[in-house]
């Protein structure tokens, strides 16, 4: 059974970092992953999109790495503003017919002081 | 921008009530899934559907829960006789395609219903 862990739970940083979030997983054999942003009491936004067969994605400030032997991901952060405080779910895609599914971590709450 | 649209926003009932979820997919999309997260919890898959039947469903879908694709637009989740432990966030998502042999299957997610069982 696919397993997806997030690492830190919490973050808290300064305006202007860089900071990084990684996820793992314990079932190398995914079809992709999907890094999600989610406000407190919202719905999930999805940040960006990773093929099994790619190492890395990004979008403005967004880099998203996949390392699928060793069951890994990171999202880095560039220059973090307030407005990114949120927290940042990791879910990957896997399963067989019958048994395609989508699991979550249980995510990292960020949160950007001015 | 399409996006995925879910109804009501906020949805009180009471123990042994049922209850109906909906949600507007995005129009050209494909398959449909049901995800529910429990206040502090992790998001949970539910249930995927496409060409109207269930494709795959966890083992929290059991007989309480339906899906229907009733129209062209609307997806529903029904939940037979409400217990406590279903209160939670309910989230519709749509992807093109499922499974990503080809590339995409990125998933978008509706809003979510919070639903609250007294």
């Known amino acids: 059974k696919q397993e997806v862990t997030q690492i830190p739970a919490a973050l808290s940083v300064p305006e202007g970092e860089n900071l990084v979030l990684n996820c793992s997983f314990t079932?190398?054999?995914?079809?992709?992953l999907q890094w999600f942003r989610q406000d407190p009491g919202k719905g999930l936004t999805s940040l960006l999109l990773?093929?099994?067969?790619?190492r890395e994605q990004t979008s403005g400030r967004l880099n998203a790495s996949l390392d699928k032997s060793s069951g890994r991901s990171t999202l880095y952060i560039a220059a973090s503003q307030p407005g990114d405080s949120a927290t940042y779910l990791c879910?990957?895609?896997?399963?067989?017919?019958?048994?395609?599914?989508?699991?979550f971590g249980k995510g990292t709450k960020l949160s950007v002081i001015p | 921008e399409p996006e995925v649209t879910q109804t009501p926003s906020h949805q009180v009932t009471q123990m042994g009530q049922e209850v109906i979820l909906r949600c507007v997919p995005i129009?050209?999309?494909?398959?449909f899934y049901w995800y529910r997260q429990i206040l502090g919890q992790k998001v949970e898959f539910l249930v995927s559907?496409?060409?109207?039947?269930?494709?795959?469903k966890s083992e929290i879908f059991d007989d309480q829960f339906s899906v229907e694709r009733p129209d062209g637009s609307n997806f529903t989740l029904k939940i037979r006789s409400t217990k406590l432990e279903d209160s939670a966030m309910y989230f519709c998502?749509?992807?093109?395609?499922?499974?990503?042999?080809?590339?995409?299957?990125?998933?978008?997610f509706g809003p979510g219903t919070r639903l609250t069982v007294l």
């Open positions: 998502a749509s992807s093109e395609i499922r499974v990503p042999l080809a590339g995409g299957g990125e998933q978008f």
């Open positions: 079932d190398s054999a995914i079809y992709n």
């Open positions: 990773i093929q099994s067969s790619q």
């Open positions: 879910a990957v895609f896997s399963g067989g017919a019958g048994s395609y599914q989508l699991t």
């Open positions: 129009s050209n999309h494909l398959y």
């Open positions: 559907f496409y060409n109207n039947e269930i494709s795959e």
